[in-house]
């Protein structure tokens, strides 16, 4: 086995550059903001349904006095967020529309890592958003609110990203190629981070909430090694000799 060295926690690293620079993921990101969209667009009629089928609107509604609250865990500083929270709201309304009843306010709280640039974030809002928006800094492998407190979860292409790293995986920015330990240790470490992940969501759920999730992957390896692995091998490359460049 490679030899793992220490394991890295990553909950303190930075998040994605903010701001508008020329350095900033919001100025070499727009493949990912099309993509991201991409992914928001085609998720939003499943989310739809599920709203539609299983958001127990009517247990709910003698629950909440005023507040509807939602939270993006892993939320990043792009316009995706708010796009998607969009969508969200307003198949919520649509439901208690159709059920008769009054819509609520609603609360979104905005999550990611502490180095995450909020602000640019909020700059984004538009104009007239229907919703009161606030930021809880921190990792989502962990607490991060009241017991009982949301009533709708939802995050998207955030949840592959570990708490640590796990295994030295020399040379490689994917497990594809890598020894067998390296790979059950990824594998291990994503399976412990999301027993965290779902142990604190389920305390801060109300009993009849809903929580989405859009997650990236690509087809088990055990039956296609060769998955994306070409991809990912050129990119690997790629960054390893910018980073010998110190670009």
């Not at 086995?1 to 909950?11: A, C, P, R, T, Y």
């Given at each position: 086995?490679?030899?793992?060295?220490?394991?890295?926690?990553?909950?303190n690293l930075n998040a994605m550059n903010g701001g508008?620079?020329?350095?900033?993921?919001?100025?070499?990101?727009?493949?990912?903001?099309?993509?991201?969209?991409?992914?928001?667009?085609?998720?939003?009629?499943?989310?739809?349904?599920?709203?539609?089928?299983?958001?127990?609107?009517?247990?709910?509604?003698?629950?909440?006095?005023?507040?509807?609250?939602i939270a993006d865990l892993g939320c990043s500083c792009?316009?995706?967020?708010?796009?998607?929270?969009?969508?969200?709201?307003?198949?919520?309304?649509?439901?208690?529309?159709?059920?008769?009843?009054?819509?609520?306010?609603?609360?979104?709280?905005?999550?990611?890592?502490?180095?995450?640039?909020?602000?640019?974030?909020?700059?984004?809002?538009?104009?007239?958003?229907?919703?009161?928006?606030?930021?809880?800094?921190?990792?989502?492998?962990?607490?991060?609110?009241?017991?009982?407190?949301?009533?709708?979860?939802?995050?998207?292409?955030?949840?592959?990203?570990?708490?640590?790293?796990?295994?030295?995986?020399?040379?490689?920015?994917?497990?594809?190629?890598?020894?067998?330990?390296?790979?059950?240790?990824?594998?291990?470490?994503?399976?412990?981070?999301?027993?965290?992940?779902?142990?604190?969501?389920?305390?801060?759920?109300?009993?009849?909430?809903?929580?989405?999730?859009?997650?990236?992957?690509?087809?088990?390896?055990?039956?296609?090694?060769?998955?994306?692995?070409?991809?990912?091998?050129?990119?690997?490359?790629?960054?390893?000799?910018?980073?010998?460049?110190?670009?």
């Open positions: 086995m490679e030899d793992k060295g220490k394991s890295i926690v990553l909950s508008d620079g020329p350095n900033s993921y919001a100025q070499n990101s727009v493949f990912q903001k099309f993509f991201q969209k991409g992914i928001i667009e085609s998720a939003k009629v499943i989310i739809n349904e599920e709203i539609t089928m299983k958001l127990d609107i009517q247990k709910l509604s003698s629950a909440i006095s005023e507040t509807f609250r792009g316009p995706n967020t708010i796009l998607a929270v969009q969508y969200i709201i307003e198949a919520i309304e649509c439901k208690f529309q159709t059920h008769g009843l009054i819509s609520r306010e609603f609360q979104v709280f905005f999550n990611d890592q502490v180095s995450n640039d909020f602000n640019s974030l909020f700059a984004s809002l538009p104009v007239g958003t229907k919703y009161y928006a606030a930021g809880v800094p921190g990792s989502f492998h962990n607490r991060l609110f009241p017991k009982a407190s949301l009533h709708f979860v939802y995050s998207s292409s955030a949840l592959h990203w570990l708490s640590k790293v796990p295994a030295w995986n020399k040379g490689r920015i994917h497990y594809t190629g890598a020894p067998k330990e390296v790979f059950e240790a990824y594998s291990d470490q994503f399976a412990m981070d999301m027993d965290s992940f779902l142990k604190a969501r389920v305390q801060e759920l109300v009993a009849g909430g809903l929580m989405a999730f859009v997650l990236p992957s690509i087809p088990d390896v055990s039956s296609h090694p060769q998955a994306m692995g070409s991809d990912f091998e050129i990119l690997g490359s790629c960054l390893m000799d910018m980073a010998k460049m110190v670009i």
